[in-house]
């Protein structure tokens, strides 16, 4: 068995993520061994040491929102971020690049996926640029939507997408997206949807969808009573803050400062591919996330042990024996500016170093 420390530098440990100043962090084949102070771990001999004198180490990223195919896998890993969470892309490519990603030896980071984005004829994104042929599948009736599902869960989708964007076209109705809702539940996913307009955001409390794969696209203040009823029905929140751009992303900012205020949940998630995201850990997600409110520690926690909860990836998340060596070691240091986080020098993925 292959033994490896890495001595000498700061870390993040355990699920509480607690700063440590002098760690020594133990791998044993693609698991952790010990996290924990220099002074209580004990290196056992013929162990390979790597020297991390003045990183950070941390759990490996997760991003809840990205288009795995518009990037570059190796890119992404050497960023940071060693699993990903696709919410849209043709099945085609998808469940193969998924079942790929599950090897030890694969490239990049594990890809977890939705698979295609629930929509209406004409709907979004059916004519987006970015989207190759079927990324969105057209629903006609509440069977069809049912259908669709089923279909996805039988696959292996980690969650359901849906289309609401009324600024380029019609969306799903109260009965398609109910009965969306209500089929993904009894399959054991949530619900995820692209919201644009207010109005398509109420609809979304109405049905009981789950999460927002973006916050409120449209440049619009959510009222103080959408919020509380947001966080009360646990709607969780990936910001990908890094596809706003100047007053929109101000708008989505404040929207997203006011939902934390109010006792939301949101996991770290940038919409790689699309314009504006860097592969990696994003400068500029983290960046608007700190604007937000949150500290550098909240932001990897919501990347990495409250992500892993929310997906319910039991294997990862935290450095914690037993968890999957997911590490990576940055030069930010816990009270520095966020954007440090951005400083990878090492990354591990299942103990095997990449970076
Ligand atoms: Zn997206």
Not at 14 to 19: A, D, E, I, S, T
Not at 161 to 169: E, F, I, M, S, T
Not at 215 to 244: D, G, H, K, Y
Request: net charge negative; proline share 6%.
């Amino acid at each position: 068995m292959a033994t490896t420390a890495i001595v000498g530098g700061r870390a993040l440990v355990g699920p509480q993520l607690v700063p440590v100043a002098r760690a020594t962090i133990l791998i044993r084949d693609d698991a952790i061994l010990a996290a924990a102070a220099a002074s209580d771990v004990d290196v056992p001999d013929g162990a390979a040491h790597v020297d991390a004198t003045g990183f950070t180490l941390m759990p490996g990223f997760i991003d809840s929102h990205v288009h795995i195919g518009l990037a570059s896998p190796p890119e992404v890993l050497g960023g940071g971020v060693t699993t990903v969470r696709d919410l849209a892309w043709p099945p085609r490519d998808i469940w193969s690049l998924a079942a790929e990603s599950k090897q030890d030896d694969w490239g990049g980071p594990e890809v977890l996926a939705a698979g295609q984005m629930l929509t209406v004829p004409d709907g979004y994104p059916l004519r987006a640029s970015w989207a190759p042929r079927n990324t969105g599948r057209a629903i006609r009736t509440a069977s069809e939507a049912r259908e669709a599902v089923d279909e996805q869960a039988d696959a292996g989708a980690c969650v359901v997408k849906v289309a609401l964007n009324d600024l380029v076209g019609p969306t799903l109705d109260a009965g398609s997206l109910e009965a969306i809702v209500e089929t993904a539940h009894a399959r054991g996913l949530r619900v995820t949807g692209h919201v644009h307009g207010l109005s398509e955001l109420h609809k979304a409390l109405d049905v009981g969808l789950d999460e927002l794969a973006h916050m409120l696209m449209s440049p619009e203040q959510i009222p103080p009573a959408t919020i509380n009823r947001m966080v009360s029905a646990s709607m969780t929140i990936v910001p990908t803050l890094s596809c706003f751009f100047g007053t929109d992303q101000t708008i989505a900012i404040d929207n997203l400062r006011a939902f934390l205020e109010a006792g939301g949940r949101i996991v770290y998630g940038t919409d790689l591919g699309n314009e504006g995201p860097r592969p990696g850990i994003d400068p500029r997600e983290v960046d608007a996330l700190e604007r937000a409110g949150l500290d550098g520690v909240d932001i990897v926690a919501s990347a990495t042990t409250r992500a892993a909860d929310y997906l319910g990836l039991t294997d990862r998340g935290a450095l914690a024996p037993g968890l999957s060596a997911d590490l990576v070691a940055v030069l930010w240091a816990p009270g520095a500016a966020a954007v440090e986080l951005t400083q990878v020098g090492m990354v591990w993925r299942r103990g095997r170093r990449v970076r």
